[in-house]
């Protein structure tokens, strides 16, 4: 017999006159009842194929995620692990944060350059072009150096790092840069410099063993301090721009998990780093370019046309004070996150000592690059920039032997000749 489509369940089989009335009554709430219970009956598989749709969807969603994201799987976990091999006596495991960005990349360079393990963590942020940072990292792979593309606030992505390698040393790079751009968005800096700071160091005192933690400061701290040149002993509670802040921020919440958790900790505070590989958004940079291109440059002036000055610091010299941090910091003292005696707890200024006005940071250039700079003088706006800086580096020299070698002039030819050769090459500098 054949079936019935659902449209004819709900008309009457003979249609026309009925002569028994009660009989046709009867038979109408039959059919209304079969009616109903057939909407019903309806009605729940459709509710069960829409709910095992949705189901369904949210799986293949999930498992999408789980096999697109940037981190985890076997393969990974082997690329981590052939990274972190350490292959000269006594060398350190260490996890480099920001190691695509512009110290971080350098610093991963010389590590594995004297056979320490290292493994790079790094977001590729966009807040300068991420295809400079994506150049770096191909020059990292070509060393060996396994770059994981995550975020600090990972807390899941740290916690399984520190499960495939017990590092015996965290570099901490990854951080908002920038003085400016604190204005326009300065939710970042919360993000980056103190929130995945936070989550960081809940890795690092979790671990076991628990690694030393070296970290990037800033002379930023020292605000509007000034006495000069800046030292380690001076006030920093007087931050000129959000950034500062942040990173005194981060000098306060690491001496916290010293003290509580037995977290060895080293802050540096870097005194504006430049050279090959740099970040485009600093001034060296970004004067180099628009002279290269025939375009104007903007050199601020302090109070009363006062000429400002930096303590500019070769990214070598930078290294050097980096792994010279590394290489003396002491054990942790935490086990299961717990302290178990007295951690060891360092700031340290790395900079240049020898300040230079930027205008004779563009006749430099000028001489480098034979070209004459198109100047547009304009008096300091209240960004949080500040007239001056200066390290006072007596601590560091003392501690581990920190010696500043590249002048300003010789670091800027290396700069301007990697620029040079970069521009010509079609690079993304």
Sequence with gaps: MPSKSAEELFLPSTPGKFKDKSHSMHRQLHRCFASTSTMFLWALFLVAL????????????????YFTTAWGGIHWEKQVRASAQIHRSHGFSVLVTGAAGFVGSHVSLALKKRGDGVVGIDNFNNYYDPALKKSRKELLNAHGIFIVEGDVNDAKMLAKLFEIVHFTHVMHLAAQAGVRYAMENPHSYIHSN??????????????????SVVWASSSSVYGLNEKAPFSESDRTDQPASLYAATKKAGEEITHTYNHIYGLSITGLRFFTVYGPWGRPDMAYFSFTRNILQGKPITVYRGKNHADLARDFTYIDDIVKGCLGSLDTAKKSTGSGGKKRGPAQFRIFNLGNTSPVTVPMMVGILEKHLKVKAKKNLLDMPGNGDVPFTHANISYARKEFGYNPTTDLQTGLKKFVKWMVKGCKAGAPV
């Design 194 to 211: 103190i929130a995945g700071l936070v989550t960081l160091l809940e890795a690092c005192k979790s671990a076991e063993p628990q690694p």
């Design 50 to 65: 829409t709910a095992a749709y949705l189901s369904f969807q949210s799986f293949v969603d999930s498992g999408s995620k």
